[in-house]
């Protein structure tokens, strides 16, 4: 409906009222001879109707012949506004150049989207796009994608296939990444389980191969437990690819320390630096000084967004993060409570599949620092493979 | 002696089915689907949209009357306007008191 009334405004109405004469014989008149009237009210004996201007024009035939007399009541449209304001030339141009240049804009890309990457950042496939054509700012009439796309994909090896398409003014780049074909484990060499820690074996079950041990057995680390030698009944050996499960009672240690004297970063200042980024343009706002001591520096982009449509305005901010090494004291308790938070994510990463049975904490303070020790004794599989070099007799 | 004349009621006409009613009838078909058959819809007391409406009759803002080509129907309300008129659809607004087929 909306169109509707902008398309009426676009080509311009009146809006009249007939009065006198036969306002039946009237409206029958214009509906015969092809006059589009609208919005027919009839107040106090006088009609009120609206016409397209063509319509306007050819109304008096109809008028004079159901006995009314018509006039004008108020102009709406876009032709009236224009010959209501035709004597300023300023605004006209104004108008003009205000098409020409959204029909200049929308020619062009002011946004890309990449879609379906996981592994590959995105910066990394707009700078292959980058070099391919594909930039914001870039005449959209000029982008021959099927060449692109080649070209964009002979720079990212990591890329299965590339697709650029052309949405409007945003460039939506489609990939699918390269899945690397799982490794297949060579299962023909010869190869021992060994002790990949010491401890005494409480679970054996030897698939392939010789069991060297018994459950019970105390073991070193790196000693012999399944040897992948067996000997057949005609008193030859054959060799295989020894396989199986090993789990022994070990006892860990896990320590961690922390000195009461630490030297640590800290940021004594901020510095910002703002650049406007304007349809493919960078204006920076005020002079960029880098500090001269030890700084980071880091960015963040803001883009200007209006219901999810990204528009070709950001700024960007450069943050330079001024650095100060600091020699800190910290107090006993401070650093035993981070003693013990560094040993509770140490043990947490060494016994991940290990069972504890058992587990007992020492603190041991000295002068200049604080351990914190944890002893664990746990159930752990300790199997490791270790391929077996043979020699092939001539 | 002068005879007493007795009036006498005007006999209502017969109802008899049109062309259109048979064929909708036998072909399951909705009646207002056939061709030359005018069709109104109304929504609530507000709003009428005419279909085969051959001509306007009477217009004011208290009685529109609106010629079916076989029949009449008139509208009667207040502050009653056609909001258009175009290939025979005729859309009227207004507070409709009452429709009457004549």
Not at chain 1, 115 to 139: C, H, M, P, W
Not at chain 2, 3 to 24: G, N
Request: proline share 3%.
């Amino acid at each position: 409906m909306f169109l509707f009334r902008f398309f009426r405004w676009l080509l311009g109405y009146v809006r009249f009222t007939a009065e006198g004469g036969f306002p039946e014989r009237f409206i029958n008149l214009c509906t015969n001879n092809g006059i589009v009237i609208w919005n027919l009210k009839s107040c106090s004996g006088v009609l009120y109707a609206n016409t397209s201007i063509n319509g306007y024009r050819n109304i008096r035939p109809v008028a004079k012949k159901s006995g009314m007399k018509v006039r004008i009541f108020r102009r709406y449209g876009l032709p009236f506004f224009l010959h209501r304001h035709r004597r300023r030339v300023g605004l006209l141009l104004g108008i003009a150049a205000f098409l020409a240049l959204v029909a200049f804009l929308s020619g062009m890309i002011w946004n890309i989207r990449v879609t379906g990457n996981e592994k590959v950042r995105d910066d990394i496939i707009l700078n292959a796009f980058a070099q391919s054509g594909v930039y914001v700012g870039v005449r959209k009439k000029n982008l021959d994608a099927q060449e692109i796309e080649k070209a964009a994909l002979n720079k990212l090896d990591s890329l299965l296939w590339v697709s650029l398409n052309i949405d409007g003014s945003t460039a939506v780049i489609e990939v699918r990444e390269k899945v690397d074909a799982p490794p297949v484990e060579d299962d023909d060499s010869p190869s021992n389980i060994v002790a990949a820690e010491s401890g005494q074996v409480v679970v054996l079950e030897p698939y392939e191969g010789t069991a060297v041990v018994s459950v019970g057995t105390a073991v070193n680390k790196g000693d012999l437990i399944i040897g992948s030698v067996t000997e057949n009944k005609d008193g030859t050996v054959s060799f295989h690819h020894a396989r199986g499960y090993v789990v022994a009672r070990t006892e860990q240690k896990i320590e961690s320390k922390q000195n009461f004297h630490e030297k640590s970063t800290v940021y004594s200042a901020v510095r910002k630096h703002y650049t406007l980024h304007f349809f493919g343009l960078n204006i920076p706002i005020g002079p960029c000084i880098e500090p001269k001591d030890n700084y980071e520096v880091y960015d963040s982009e803001s883009r200007l967004e209006i219901q999810g449509i990204i528009l070709p305005v950001s700024i960007t901010r450069r943050h330079f993060l001024i650095c100060e090494e600091k020699e800190g004291q910290i107090t006993s308790e401070q650093a035993q409570l981070m003693a013990t938070e560094s040993l509770i994510n140490n043990s947490s990463v060494n016994l991940k599949t290990a069972k504890v049975l058992d587990e007992n904490f020492r603190l041991i303070k000295s002068d200049k620092s604080i351990i914190v020790s944890g002893h664990y004794v746990c159930n752990k599989n300790i199997g490791l493979e270790k391929p077996l070099q043979v020699e092939h007799g001539g | 002696m002068v005879k007493k004349k007795h009036s006498r009621a005007k006999p209502q006409p017969a109802y008899k089915r049109t062309v259109q009613e048979k064929v909708s009838e036998e072909l399951d078909l909705p009646l207002s689907s056939m061709p030359g058959m005018p069709n109104i819809e109304l929504a609530g007391n507000r709003q009428a949209v005419v279909e085969g409406c051959k001509g306007v009759l009477e217009y004011n803002e208290d009685v529109i009357k609106l010629n079916l080509g076989k029949s009449v129907v008139r509208f009667v309300g207040s502050g009653l306007s056609m909001n258009s008129y175009r290939f025979e659809q005729a859309v009227i607004s207004g507070n409709i008191l009452s429709v009457e087929f004549l």
